[in-house]
């Protein structure tokens, strides 16, 4: 039996390797890519929203703390979840029932009338934002052959530095308009979901899960559809979700799960991406939440530093596609040790108070820097796990990122008052440096091989 569902799925994966770049890739790419883009628009408006709840609810400070922490802690808590389940159960239900799940609870924060009815929904909305997040890279990426997947994974995430820019304008345009400001720019982010929704309804399970489950029919069916540029749901979907024999073993839960990538021989790999991910993320979070003070601080004037910080925010859309564009021309970890290796260089010229104009090419720099690392990260994090724990794997990677998210911000300001502006890009120079290295260490296939 195990010698036939090995045959099976290395079958599946030869016919996967030879599918060209067809139309039905490009709607999954849209698909992913729009689900970052609305994640994305959602936990960006939460900083433009703040504003007008203090004075509305009159929060205090450690209640304000608390309501913008919610979101990133419903993160971590739906990364956790949707790895285990879209291992154990399938990839499309769990990125179905995120969206609905994330899509549902920031509707019901559009209407609630009091900071801990705001906090609740944001703490569900978000385990639906992590969910989804999680398992949106993995998921799509074992539709494409390895040729085209860097290109492919990096596009779609992408598509997360449009959602902040449309945040942005939503909160600047929107949210001023008076009280119930707040409230119609939570629900312009929301409501496209549904479409998104209804469009994701076409998209069958991963061939390359359904055959390591033992439904071969299914996954030959899934192909065939994908061969001809289509994307159509096997008759057999829903025929049942029985426990294999063999599949035991692997089902026994998210402990399991987690013991398998915390042991040789995907230990070493686990270990190389968790440091990229603290590394990176670490990085971008203390950057871009201090980006006003550290320009104030560098001795620009607020006019300047605006002008400054549009450009630097902008500078997000090339990285992404940057890392997208590199990844298919270069090996992964060279591009992860030349991402890493400008935004060293860049957090060190910042660290020396330069002028103006240096120092809006040097935030340009490290913005490019960290979005292409990011590229990288969710496409090397779907390759180094196999089919059987690949998401859990990417579950567990993003919840280590949510972590450095919550307290990269945190950890900034507690260095800016004791070493001042230097100290703070010193301290990112070595968090990039260490992304580098663990890139360099992991153990890649180049573009244009077959591993899946």
């Given at each position: 039996?195990?010698?036939?569902?090995?045959?099976?799925?290395?079958?599946?994966?030869?016919?996967?390797?030879?599918?060209?770049?067809?139309?039905?890739?490009?709607?999954?790419?849209?698909?992913?890519?729009?689900?970052?883009?609305?994640?994305?628009?959602?936990?960006?408006?939460?900083?433009?929203?703040?504003?007008?709840?203090?004075?509305?609810?009159?929060?205090?400070?450690?209640?304000?703390?608390?309501?913008?922490?919610?979101?990133?802690?419903?993160?971590?808590?739906?990364?956790?979840?949707?790895?285990?389940?879209?291992?154990?159960?399938?990839?499309?239900?769990?990125?179905?029932?995120?969206?609905?799940?994330?899509?549902?609870?920031?509707?019901?924060?559009?209407?609630?009338?009091?900071?801990?009815?705001?906090?609740?929904?944001?703490?569900?909305?978000?385990?639906?934002?992590?969910?989804?997040?999680?398992?949106?890279?993995?998921?799509?990426?074992?539709?494409?052959?390895?040729?085209?997947?860097?290109?492919?994974?990096?596009?779609?995430?992408?598509?997360?530095?449009?959602?902040?820019?449309?945040?942005?304008?939503?909160?600047?345009?929107?949210?001023?308009?008076?009280?119930?400001?707040?409230?119609?720019?939570?629900?312009?982010?929301?409501?496209?979901?549904?479409?998104?929704?209804?469009?994701?309804?076409?998209?069958?399970?991963?061939?390359?899960?359904?055959?390591?489950?033992?439904?071969?029919?299914?996954?030959?069916?899934?192909?065939?559809?994908?061969?001809?540029?289509?994307?159509?749901?096997?008759?057999?979907?829903?025929?049942?979700?029985?426990?294999?024999?063999?599949?035991?073993?692997?089902?026994?839960?998210?402990?399991?799960?987690?013991?398998?990538?915390?042991?040789?021989?995907?230990?070493?790999?686990?270990?190389?991406?968790?440091?990229?991910?603290?590394?990176?993320?670490?990085?971008?979070?203390?950057?871009?939440?201090?980006?006003?003070?550290?320009?104030?601080?560098?001795?620009?004037?607020?006019?300047?530093?605006?002008?400054?910080?549009?450009?630097?925010?902008?500078?997000?859309?090339?990285?992404?596609?940057?890392?997208?564009?590199?990844?298919?021309?270069?090996?992964?970890?060279?591009?992860?040790?030349?991402?890493?290796?400008?935004?060293?260089?860049?957090?060190?010229?910042?660290?020396?108070?330069p002028t103006l104009v240096v120092a809006a090419v040097a935030?340009?720099?490290?913005?490019?820097?960290?979005?292409?690392?990011?590229?990288?990260?969710?496409?090397?994090?779907?390759?180094?796990?196999?089919?059987?724990?690949?998401?859990?794997?990417?579950?567990?990677?993003?919840?280590?990122?949510?972590?450095?998210?919550?307290?990269?911000?945190?950890?900034?300001?507690?260095?800016?008052?004791?070493?001042?502006?230097?100290?703070?890009?010193?301290?990112?120079?070595?968090?990039?440096?260490?992304?580098?290295?663990?890139?360099?260490?992991?153990?890649?296939?180049?573009?244009?091989?077959?591993?899946?």
């Amino acid at each position: 039996m195990s010698g036939r569902i090995s045959n099976s799925r290395a079958a599946v994966s030869e016919r996967i390797e030879r599918l060209s770049f067809n139309r039905a890739h490009r709607k999954l790419l849209a698909m992913g890519g729009l689900g970052y883009l609305f994640d994305t628009m959602d936990s960006t408006m939460v900083a433009f929203v703040l504003p007008v709840l203090v004075p509305l609810w009159r929060l205090r400070p450690s209640q304000t703390g608390v309501l913008a922490s919610s979101t990133y802690l419903g993160f971590l808590i739906g990364a956790l979840i949707a790895g285990s389940l879209g291992d154990r159960i399938g990839r499309r239900p769990v990125m179905s029932w995120a969206l609905v799940f994330y899509a549902s609870f920031t509707l019901l924060s559009a209407f609630t009338v009091t900071w801990q009815e705001f906090l609740i929904s944001r703490l569900f909305a978000g385990i639906g934002v992590g969910a989804e997040s999680a398992i949106i890279a993995p998921f799509m990426a074992e539709f494409v052959a390895t040729r085209f997947r860097g290109r492919f994974v990096g596009t779609m995430i992408g598509f997360c530095s449009f959602g902040a820019v449309s945040a942005a304008c939503l909160g600047t345009l929107v949210v001023p308009i008076g009280i119930p400001g707040w409230r119609y720019a939570i629900l312009m982010t929301v409501l496209p979901v549904g479409m998104l929704v209804m469009w994701r309804r076409s998209v069958p399970e991963s061939p390359l899960w359904l055959s390591d489950r033992g439904r071969t029919d299914e996954a030959n069916e899934v192909l065939a559809s994908l061969e001809r540029g289509q994307l159509s749901r096997p008759r057999l979907e829903l025929t049942t979700l029985q426990v294999e024999p063999r599949d035991q073993e692997r089902r026994k839960g998210f402990g399991a799960g987690v013991a398998q990538i915390l042991t040789p021989p995907l230990l070493r790999g686990t270990l190389l991406l968790w440091g990229m991910w603290l590394s990176v993320t670490g990085t971008y979070y203390a950057f871009f939440t201090w980006i006003p003070t550290l320009l104030s601080e560098a001795g620009l004037t607020l006019r300047h530093g605006q002008s400054v910080a549009l450009v630097v925010y902008l500078a997000q859309i090339p990285g992404y596609f940057g890392g997208a564009w590199l990844m298919d021309r270069l090996r992964r970890q060279h591009v992860a040790v030349l991402t890493s290796l400008i935004g060293v260089i860049c957090c060190l010229v910042l660290a020396s108070r330069p002028t103006l104009v240096v120092a809006a090419v040097a935030g340009v720099g490290l913005a490019f820097s960290t979005t292409a690392s990011f590229s990288v990260l969710y496409t090397v994090t779907a390759e180094t796990f196999p089919t059987s724990m690949r998401a859990t794997g990417q579950g567990l990677a993003s919840a280590v990122s949510r972590i450095a998210a919550v307290a990269a911000p945190a950890i900034a300001g507690l260095i800016l008052p004791a070493g001042g502006v230097p100290a703070l890009f010193i301290v990112l120079a070595g968090l990039m440096l260490v992304s580098g290295a663990c890139g360099f260490g992991l153990r890649l296939q180049p573009p244009g091989t077959g591993k899946r």
